[in-house]
Each structure stands twice: as C-alpha cells, then as structure tokens.
C-alpha cells in the first residue's frame, strides 16, 4: 500500500476526493490517502510542498503554475476542475463602495504571497485597467482573516469564491458587488516530481478514479442537498453551482490553457521571461 498526503481546500470542489477516500476507491487500487483541510488555500499548499508535509495537491491553476517556473519541484499531473472559478469581490458590509471602480487604489486582504486571493486582484487590475504595480495587499492567513480585515478596515477588499462566501454575506459579515473570472481552468492536481516520477501509474489512476467519482456528482440528482449539508450552503446556491462547474471527466489534455496563464502571468510581469522559458518542460513530466 503506498502512502500519500494530499491537501486541498476544504470546499465543495473537493467533494468528490472526500467520498472517494471515504467509500474506499483507492485502496482498492493499492493507495491509502491522507487529506489535509488546508484553508490557507493554494499559499499553504505551495509551503506544503516546500516543507514535505503534503505530497499531492488539488490546487489552483495560477498560483501552482507561478510556483512551479518560480522553481517549485512539482509536477501538474492534470487539470481537475476545468470551469473557470468565479471569485466574489467582497467589501466591508457597512462601508459605501458599491462599485469595483472604487477599489482603485485600495488595500486587498490576500490569504498568502503568491496565494489566488493575490493573483487575481492582478486579474482584476487587469480587467479594470488599474497600474498593477498600485496594488496594495495586507497577508490574512484564510477566509476568516479576510473577514476580519474586512471588518477591522485592514483592508477595504478580499477576493474569495462566492459561493463559499455566501454564508457570510447572509450574516452581513461583508458584502458582495461583483465577481472576477479566472481566463483558464480553476483547479489542477499536481504532484512532487519525485513521488510523480515514482508512482506515475498510481498518480494516473488515482486521477481517473477522482474524475469518474465527479461525473457521478455532477449527474446525482441528491448531490445539491448533499453538497448544502457538508459544506454549510444554501441548496439554490449549490444548483446554480453545479449548472456552472465541470470537473475533467474524461482526463482531457488542457496543455494550451496552461500557455494561455503563463502568458498571463508573463504579461501581469508575476513571471520573468526566464522563468517562463521552456514551460511545458518545467510544468510536466
């Protein structure tokens, strides 16, 4: 039996890995995993892999694959959510921006360096036509912290999904205005190279397991009101959600998505041209 730590957000993406690992798939195929609630997100993922104690992520895709041409001994083995993920913008509930041309200039909470909530206020400069190197940013650890700064004016904005967001809007603990849109597939899988290189075959079929337990979620009838009990949401919300979200039932090949974020990144100047140099190399094996 091998062995593997796995981390990932605990969110309804991730409902599939949880059944999965709870009805017994990959020991029957000779893998015993260990999930690890990592709600830091894809910056307490990134220092898992830096310090050996995950060996396996379901990650976003900008962040892993800045990671990963920043020098990052990781491998995408696939793309795992292949919808776009729709961040909440999210404001102080009792402050007076209503719109997102007021954030121009603003501090955004940001769960890590190098973290989505990070990246994708670069998107949302970006899609706004904001000098990205204004960008003002105040590290919070995880959801709850945005709260808080939101709540304590350490921060007039934080970026989070919104439908795991939307609890908290309810209790009018921040307030949504708009949403930004990643340009490229929401999540992957990705492994270190080395346990990659050793277990390729089990990695693969680990894969495949995952994205046949999705399509059986995204095609059960009971799976909203599943989804609503583990995951604290509201039932409509969880419709509207699963309509939006497709996972990589098939195992496709996205490598051109890939392309398309690295020269995002290149373009938002998170990445030097060094480091986007050969990056199909450095992002597979």
């Known amino acids: 039996m091998i062995g593997l730590k796995v981390g990932g957000v605990p969110e309804h993406f991730n409902l599939p890995w949880r059944l999965a690992i709870e009805e017994g ?7 015993e995993l260990f999930w ?3 709600t830091g997100g894809t910056g307490q993922m990134i220092r898992g892999f830096q310090n050996d104690s995950i060996d396996v992520a379901v990650i ?3 962040g892993i694959t800045k990671a990963i041409l920043e020098g990052l001994d990781v491998k995408v083995i696939e793309v795992y959510v292949t919808s776009p993920l729709r961040w909440g913008i999210h404001v102080p509930y009792h402050s ?3 719109k997102v041309d007021q954030l121009e200039g603003q501090t955004f909470a940001i769960s890590r360096k190098g973290s989505g909530s990070e990246l994708m206020a670069h998107v949302l400069a970006d899609r706004e036509g904001w000098d990205n190197s204004d960008l003002k940013f105040n590290i919070i650890g995880d ?6 700064a939101l709540e304590n004016d350490k921060a007039q904005c934080f970026l989070w999904e919104k439908y795991t967001t939307s609890p908290f809007c309810e209790q009018k603990k921040c307030r949504y205005i708009d949403e930004v849109v990643t340009p490229w597939p929401s999540f992957v899988i990705v492994a270190k190279t080395a346990v990659y290189e050793k277990h390729k075959a089990e990695l693969d079929e680990m894969c495949r397991i995952v994205n046949e337990r999705a399509q059986e979620v995204k095609e059960n009838p ?17 419709k509207n959600w699963l309509i939006e979200t497709d996972w990589n039932y098939e195992g496709k090949d996205f490598h051109t998505e890939f392309e398309k974020t690295v020269n995002y990144l290149k373009r938002m100047n998170l990445i030097t041209l060094d480091q986007a ?3 199909e190399k450095k992002l597979f094996l």
């Open 60 to 62: 976003l895709t900008e």
């Open 143 to 148: 959801v709850y912290g945005g709260l808080w």
């Open 36 to 38: 690890s609630d990592m």
């Open 222 to 238: 009971s799976s909203s009101g599943i989804i609503s009990w583990r995951y604290n949401l509201r039932e409509g919300h969880v």
């Open 96 to 98: 007076d921006i209503t």
């Open 25 to 31: 798939r990959f020991k029957n195929m000779g893998l």
């Open 277 to 279: 140099q050969d990056w």
